[in-house]
C-alpha cells in the first residue's frame, strides 16, 4: 500500500510539472521599450542620474530620447540585480544577442 501512495503522489508531481512547463511555453516576453512621443523602439536615452534612495522597485528613470530630443520617464516591471558588473555587462549582451536574432 505504502508503495502505491508513493506512486500515485510521484504521478501526480509528474503531472504537475509537465502543465508548469506547458505554462512556462506559453508565456510571451514582454514588447521592447518605445518611445512615448516619437515611437522609436527601444530608444537610446541620455540620463543624468541624480543623488537619492529607495527601493529598487520604486525606481523611475528620466531620460531624454536622442531621437526626438523629449523626456520619457522609464518604469521596470521587473529588476534583475547582479552581485558583479561583469554578470550584469553579460545579461545585457544576452538581450541584445537575443534582440538581433528577432
Known sequence: ??????????????EKMVELSIEADNVTEPPPPKCPHCNTINPTIAV??????????T??????????GRTLYAVSELWILH???????????A????????
Open 48 to 57: 543624468q542620474e541624480g543623488g537619492g534612495q529607495g527601493s529598487v522597485n
Open 1 to 14: 500500500m505504502l508503495m502505491e501512495e508513493y506512486a500515485k503522489r510521484i504521478a501526480n508531481s509528474l
Open 83 to 93: 552581485p558583479k558588473l561583469e554578470s550584469a555587462e553579460m545579461h545585457i549582451a
Open 59 to 68: 525606481f523611475i528613470i528620466r531620460g531624454d530620447c536622442t531621437k526626438c
Open 95 to 102: 538581450i541584445k544577442k537575443r534582440m538581433a536574432e528577432n
